[in-house]
């Protein structure tokens, strides 16, 4: 077909052509691949095709695989490099790709076809496959009839198009406010931010400093400005956004009418699948039993907290009384007053050690652990990209014989920076999953988006990460490897494919703890101005630190978790979900919040991010990842590096298997029974 040739978009060969996608490909692309899945689903659904794994595979997996590639595609322009018109062509073809997708999850013929394969001709991992398929055809209303099934699939297109109005709410709130500070309003505010500021003012012809609500400049402005008025300033715009409490005309991207009505369709869909709430239809796919357990589970563990936060709070208050004259906190001073008594308990400032984190030096340390302890390699590869600074790298391993090629396991783009029309946050995506490929039997490879937000580079200098990036970098990295050094070869469990959703997080916060290491910490520090790695003595201080808070923090996890779980179980669609924050916020948190407050309009997770009664997942996964690396800590080598055979172990059980087996069995592989709450509890220092 000579358009074929011409759209980016339907290019399969190897990686995306990101570079030369535009808006006007979307639409004669999703079109063209939906009308040949749409095939491909009449074909393997006609009563004389087999109800053979092999043969639905090699027709209907195919055709779809290259549906979801070319869509993931403009989804994750869409989330990187929005632009009105992209937004737009993403926005028209939304409806058909959802209408699709609920189809033929709800295909009464093809969930016939799926029953009938004989489960005793198949691999483990299409065994487990087929199981989840099976259930996930349930949860997708095949099981529905007539008018039913009808009202299901509108429920879905729906959905989805409230998801992404809230995205983009959140995202046009975030982007559209601007503060021009003067120099004296900055008092205290690092210097590379303050560089930062001033640039962008420049940029625009403004005197001052521009100061937005993008975590690398509305962070430090809390944490470190003198100057309580304006942390009120840009406390009330952050606290406000998208929301009816807006500032001027900010009110119209105010999400409050979407949650209420994502909320509804929540629970007519639960209720449509013979659930009495979504919390129960969330819960099927995971690792927990009920809604219930949870509550149970993020309740016993604020309760543990609660005395460390306490303290943590009585320590505050005392501290601002005393040095800082501060009698009667705001909420938009407790950012400053943790800092500055930080700064005197412990001597150090996240400032100081930020001087020692360059992004260039913290990206080789990183690479530098994974290869030690998952025996891999990675270097720099080449691949179209959205934006100059995204970077390209492959991962590899030993050729199997003396002398033959490295074998190629999967390859990454990594995307660090913060920038405008790009959502804010830290993901990791795949592009492409590994598969044994049902139509040429060629092995796919995986391939993984890395997304951060961090501060650019100033005076050409490089980025100069805060502990806090470079943990975050860990953690989506974590995912990373998840997807990328899976042994799976069937397409639905390989990677992170399949695994349960409060399972997920594992193997990133799991990675989280090599941030805390000396022996990984000092390969991966360089002075910005000196070359010098960091001092021991200040590591001591940051360790020292790493605690500091972590009652107020677990609670403040718990908040968003306890709240998302309730609002998706107890909560009447209709009502006021900031009741129901307020009483959540009564029972657990530490802190009070203003009236004005609205996170829950910006708390895309669980109203655009698939978390849906499932933010706990944090938390539970928590308690797998920290004794996952306590039995790296009981493995350590007298020189304190961790064992290359414990990490074999470790890749092996739980990188390796993917979702091929669930979670809790890839668990006790590694670790020889089940995760205890005790090695979290510890590393928090709350035992």
């Known amino acids: 077909m000579p358009y074929m040739q011409s ?112 489960a005793k001709a198949l691999t483990p991992a299409q065994q487990q496959a087929l199981r989840n398929a ?11 009839t007539g008018a039913a099934k009808e009202r299901f699939a509108a429920i879905q297109e729906r959905q ?57 400049c509305y962070l430090p402005v809390m944490q470190f400005a003198r100057s309580s008025a304006l942390r009120e300033r840009l406390y009330r715009a952050y606290a406000t956004r998208a929301s009816d409490q807006a500032e001027g005309d900010a009110t119209k991207f105010d999400n409050t009418a979407l949650i209420r009505e994502i909320l509804a369709l929540r629970q007519e869909e639960a209720r449509l699948l013979g659930y009495a709430n979504f919390g129960e239809v969330s819960v099927v796919p995971k690792m927990a039993d009920s809604p219930a357990q949870v509550i149970g589970f993020l309740r016993d563990l604020a309760r543990r907290a609660r005395p460390y936060a306490e303290k943590d709070v009585a320590d505050l208050r005392a501290f601002a009384a005393e040095k800082l004259a501060l009698t009667d906190p705001q909420p938009w001073d407790w950012s400053y007053i943790g800092e500055q008594l930080k700064e005197a308990r412990y001597a150090f400032s996240e400032q100081e050690v930020k001087q020692y984190f360059t992004a260039p030096k913290v990206l080789a340390g990183l690479f530098k652990i994974v290869e030690t302890l998952f025996e891999v390699s990675i270097r720099r590869d080449t691949a179209p990209v959205w934006h100059p600074t995204v970077e390209f790298y492959r991962i590899e391993r030993a050729a199997a014989q003396a002398g033959g090629a490295p ?18 946050g830290a993901w990791m995506d795949d592009v492409r999953a590994r598969w044994l490929r049902p139509d040429d039997g060629r092995l796919q490879t995986p391939v993984a988006q890395l997304v951060c937000n961090f501060a650019a580079g100033v005076d050409g200098k490089p980025p100069l990460l805060t502990h806090d990036d470079v943990t975050t970098l860990f953690h989506e990295f974590g995912h990373g490897l998840h997807h990328m050094l899976t042994q799976v070869d069937e397409r639905d469990v390989s990677g992170i494919s399949g695994v349960e959703w409060d399972a997920v997080e594992l193997p990133s916060q ?44 677990t609670l403040r996890q718990i908040e968003f978790a306890l709240f998302d779980m309730l609002l998706h179980t107890e909560h009447a669609p209709q009502a006021d979900f900031m009741a129901l924050l307020a009483s959540v916020r009564e029972e657990v948190a530490v802190l009070p919040s203003p009236q004005f407050s609205r996170t829950p309009n910006t708390f895309s997770h669980i109203f655009a991010g698939g978390y849906a009664a499932g933010y706990y997942s944090y938390k539970w996964a928590e308690v797998l990842s920290a004794d996952a690396y306590a039995a790296f800590e009981e493995t350590a080598g007298a020189d304190g590096l961790p064992s290359i055979e414990t990490g074999r172990r470790y890749r092996e059980a739980i990188l390796e298997a993917g979702g091929s087996r669930p979670a809790m069995e890839s668990f006790k592989a590694f670790r020889g029974r089940e995760p205890t709450l005790d090695a979290l509890l510890r590393h928090q220092g709350m035992a």
């Open 7 to 118: 759209n980016p978009l339907l290019s399969f060969s190897d990686l995306p052509l990101f570079d030369q996608i535009r808006p006007e490909h979307v639409a004669p692309a999703i079109d063209q691949l939906l009308g040949e899945a749409s095939t491909a689903l009449e074909q393997a659904t006609a009563p004389d095709f087999p109800a053979d794994w092999s043969a639905m595979s090699r027709v209907l997996d195919t055709a779809t695989e290259r549906l979801s590639r070319a869509w993931g595609a403009v989804s994750h322009l869409n989330a990187v490099a929005d632009t009105p018109e992209l937004r737009a062509a993403y926005n028209e073809a939304l409806p058909r790709v959802t209408e699709f997708w609920t189809r033929l999850g709800a295909d009464e013929r093809l969930y016939a076809k799926y029953k009938a394969i004989d």
């Open 134 to 144: 099976i259930r996930n055809f349930v949860l997708s209303g095949a099981e529905l």
């Open 160 to 216: 989805a198009e409230l998801s992404q109005k809230f995205s983009e709410n959140a995202l046009d709130a975030t982007d559209a406010y601007a503060y021009y500070a003067s120099a004296d309003e900055l008092d205290g505010v690092p210097e590379d931010v303050r560089q930062a500021a001033r640039a962008a003012a420049e940029a625009e012809g403004k005197a001052g400093f521009k100061l937005t609500l993008k975590l690398p």
């Open 407 to 424: 074998q190629l396991v999967g390859q990454f783009y990594l995307d660090p920076s913060a920038r405008s029309g790009k959502r804010g």
């Open 510 to 553: 799991f990675m989280e703890n090599f941030c805390w290491e000396w022996d990984v910490l000092r390969h991966m520090t360089a002075h910005v101005d000196t070359g010098e790695p960091l001092p021991r003595a200040l590591y001591d201080k940051m360790l020292a630190a790493k605690n500091y808070q972590s009652g107020m923090q």
